[in-house]
């Protein structure tokens, strides 16, 4: 069994977010320390994607195979969130990590700064003709540490707006083509809400709320950001700058939009694309990788980016990535460059969930612009806001959930705006305060 020393478990509860166990080398925890070689022909891929992800890569999977041989390819699926950050953090340092695996691109630098990934250095792209060219321009900039590439960008996961067709045009509210007439501002967004609650919608507008921090955090950070917000943090994470007047600000409109009687404070994750799927709401705000189960709802709908609200446009962003272990042997990953270049290549397999590819070759290419509605998602790579970097920050982190759960209480009218800034800003400044361990 492998021994981690202090610093080393440190680092896998920053990395995961989650304690470690003092569990046997046989527990599901610690398997990825005692794992058997792979063949060296064979490319072993970490992931954590289930449900519709999982059968969308399934199919790149099989793919590969058909190209390259059956035994060409294991893929690993593990929990979401931080148990896999952890397990992966824990692979790498005790030496026997999988060849590639899938990081969120808010949690890319927490690895980079804790020397666990390989540096994508340009004669490695060369060698598989990949470059920084190739990919979303935006994504790929969000996507360096330090001016270094240590990742390859699949999409662009990003809150964006559901619509009903039928209900928008009963409200006035589509243009001759049937899509959302444009609007900017909050007056418009307001009016155009309850126009549709006129037109006969229960609810204007449905997002989550209940038992949800993490869409509770998208929602604040894209309000608070368009109000003209500086990042959360700063410094790493080393220092809270957060505006407390425009977050209050951000959490007192939230709140209006459900004493105005346009949206409710009672929604899930669940409940809240239900009640779009439904009928009951004319406007969803979520996830684009919701988008297949509102397909499957055979509600009529279409899909637009999150609209300019107040100062700036801005909506919440995180991407997948295609990262490459540290190995003890320092062995070139070319055969695994080769497979994440053959994954890149087939997103428009992975498109059909929602998310935007950002490798230009299938982004620009006939078949994604003819896409509908995902292809009108597409102006949200421009305005797309990640997480800020800190070792506590990141998909399923901390950050998410201590933010996220003020939030919510807000949004419920269950403490007061004010009340919730000082609570995270509190929350904040303990962990702004303790040094990184990575």
Not at 138 to 159: E, F
Not at 299 to 316: C, D, G, H, K, N
Request: aromatic share 10%; proline share 7%; net charge neutral.
């Amino acid at each position: 069994m492998v021994t981690l020393d202090r610093r080393q478990a440190l680092r896998m509860l920053a990395l995961g977010g989650t304690a470690l166990a003092t569990a046997a080398c046989g527990s599901p925890l610690a398997s990825g320390l005692v794992a058997t070689p792979l063949e060296p022909e064979k490319v072993a891929f970490w992931n954590l994607w289930s449900g519709g992800d999982g059968a969308r890569a399934q199919t790149i999977f099989e793919r590969y195979r058909a190209a390259h041989g059956a035994g060409s390819l294991e893929a690993t699926t593990l929990a979401w969130g931080s148990p896999y950050y952890t397990k992966l953090s824990l692979s790498i340092v005790g030496g026997r990590p999988p060849d590639v695996a899938v990081c969120h691109l808010s949690r890319l630098s927490n690895f980079v700064r804790a020397g666990l990934l390989t540096e994508l250095t340009p004669d490695l792209l060369t060698g598989v003709g990949v470059d920084g060219t190739q990919f979303d321009a935006a994504v790929w900039r969000s996507g360096l540490v330090d001016g270094k590439a240590y990742g390859l960008p699949v999409d662009i996961g990003a809150l964006v707006l559901y619509y009903n067709t039928d209900i928008c045009g009963r409200a006035g509210l589509l243009d001759a083509a049937g899509r959302l007439k444009p609007f900017t501002g909050e007056a418009a967004f307001r009016a155009a809400l309850a126009a549709t609650v006129q037109a006969g919608a229960r609810w204007g507008l449905v997002s989550p709320v209940i038992a949800d921090p993490s869409s509770n955090w998208r929602i604040f950070d894209t309000v608070y950001t368009q109000r003209g917000g500086p990042t959360l943090l700063a410094g790493d994470g080393t220092r809270v700058a957060m505006d407390d007047r425009i977050a209050a600000e951000s959490l007192r409109w939230l709140r209006d939009l459900t004493t105005a009687g346009l949206s409710p404070d009672t929604a899930t994750d669940v409940t809240s694309v239900s009640l779009f799927a439904t009928g009951q709401s004319a406007f969803l705000v979520h996830g684009a990788w919701q988008t297949p189960t509102v397909v499957d709802a055979k509600v009529p709908f279409s899909l637009a980016p999150i609209p300019q609200l107040f100062e700036r446009p801005a909506a919440f962003a995180d991407s997948h990535t295609l990262v490459f272990p540290r190995r003890p042997s320092g062995d070139d990953p070319g055969r695994a460059l080769g497979f994440a270049k053959f994954f890149l290549e087939n997103t428009d397999v992975w498109a059909q969930g929602g998310s935007l590819p950002v490798y230009r070759p299938v982004l620009d290419g006939s078949w994604f612009r003819g896409y509908e509605p995902v292809a009108s998602t597409a102006p949200t790579k421009d305005i797309a806001i990640y997480d800020p970097p800190a070792w506590y920050a990141g998909a399923g982190s901390t950050m998410q959930t201590l933010v996220g759960a003020q939030v919510a209480l807000a949004r419920q009218g269950l403490t007061g705006p004010d009340e919730a800034v000082r609570a995270i800003r509190d929350a904040l400044a303990g962990y702004a305060a303790t040094p990184s361990p990575l």
